[in-house]
């Protein structure tokens, strides 16, 4: 069974990993995840969290987790969302929470580490943050929906981004519309 590692930080957006939660394939899949302090704060503002009960969730403070261990394989770390704090700790190395250890494994390992931040505007400081993490493998998958598929509901614009979050993790869900793709099946069944 593959296993992904979903954290929640501070960044306001809690709506995002409630649908990333909310659509996930469990069956094929082992969760773990971490909630900061600052983000159940966010989250109570913004409608809660709820992770599923199936869902293994780690204390931030736990080090002993098996995500803090290069040696305990996963698959992908999403960051759902992802405050600038935890970006910029990221990019620098700090490790001093479950997360920031996690990610500082997902990258010295070399596997995928996914960001969702949600900020805006940004500063010159956040843009070379996510610049470093780039550089050092990181995906920078920012919290800005696509309108193509016209959709009706703030879920479905939220869905546009998590189905990008689901492509690069490698998790097969589909969630939302992509581009012409309903066009193209459309037009091969006349």
Not at 98 to 109: S, Y
Request: glycine share 6%; proline share 5%.
């Amino acid at each position: 069974m593959k296993k992904i590692f979903v954290a929640v930080t501070g960044a306001s957006g809690t709506i995002y990993a409630r649908r990333f939660f909310q659509h996930f394939p469990y069956d094929d899949w082992e969760v773990h995840a971490a909630v900061s302090k600052s983000a159940e704060i966010v989250a109570s503002h913004e409608g809660g969290l709820n992770l599923p009960p199936h869902v293994k969730e780690w204390d931030e403070k736990d080090l002993t987790a098996p995500v803090a261990s290069g040696s305990n394989k996963f698959e992908a770390m999403v960051v759902i969302p992802c405050s600038t704090a935890t970006l910029g700790k990221l990019a620098h190395g700090i490790a001093d929470n479950l997360i920031t250890r996690a990610g500082e494994v997902f990258l010295k390992e070399r596997r995928k580490l996914i960001l969702m931040p949600r900020e805006t505007p940004l500063s010159l400081i956040q843009i070379k943050n996510m610049e470093l993490l780039t550089l050092a493998g990181a995906h920078i998958i920012p919290a800005t929906p696509s309108f193509y598929g016209n959709p009706k509901t703030i879920e479905e614009l939220v869905d546009t981004v998590v189905a990008r979050i689901y492509d690069h993790a490698g998790v097969e869900a589909e969630v939302s519309a992509r581009w012409r793709v309903e066009e193209e099946k459309a037009r091969k069944n006349i």
